[in-house]
């Protein structure tokens, strides 16, 4: 299993949230903070749904979090998954059981309106 290059996944995380919200970031900044896990996929599509050999493949995930702005990005190996802000409690959970959803499913993430 190859760990991905931190470094690279925050660069990559910084970008796209601040194409999300640049004036939030340009007047607050970012505070990257990352988790690294390993996780197991049924295929070596990973958590991509997309086309891949049938074979039970690891990898890492990497969660990375604003800790100004509550938004949470999930990687699969190198490659950017998904990009949720202020994440429900089942995030919470599968990150602590690591065990994150897949592309297609990471709509259980987010929070229900009141």
Not at 30 to 44: I, L
Not at 58 to 87: C, H, L, Q
Not at 92 to 111: A, C, P, Q
Request: proline content about 4%; charged content about 20%; glycine content about 8%.
């Amino acid at each position: 299993m190859h760990l991905p290059c931190l470094k690279d996944i925050v660069e990559t995380f910084k970008s796209e949230v601040y194409n999300l919200d640049y004036e939030y970031f340009k007047k607050y900044g970012c505070e990257p903070q990352v988790y690294v896990f390993p996780q197991v996929w049924g295929s070596t599509a990973l958590g991509f749904n997309g086309i891949g050999g049938q074979a039970i493949t690891s990898a890492y995930t990497t969660i990375v979090e604003d800790m100004n702005s509550n938004y949470y990005s999930v990687f699969f190996g190198t490659r950017m998954a998904y990009i949720i802000k202020d994440p429900n409690q089942i995030f919470f959970t599968d990150m602590n059981n690591h065990n994150m959803k897949s592309v297609s499913e990471k709509g259980i993430y987010l929070r229900k309106e009141d």
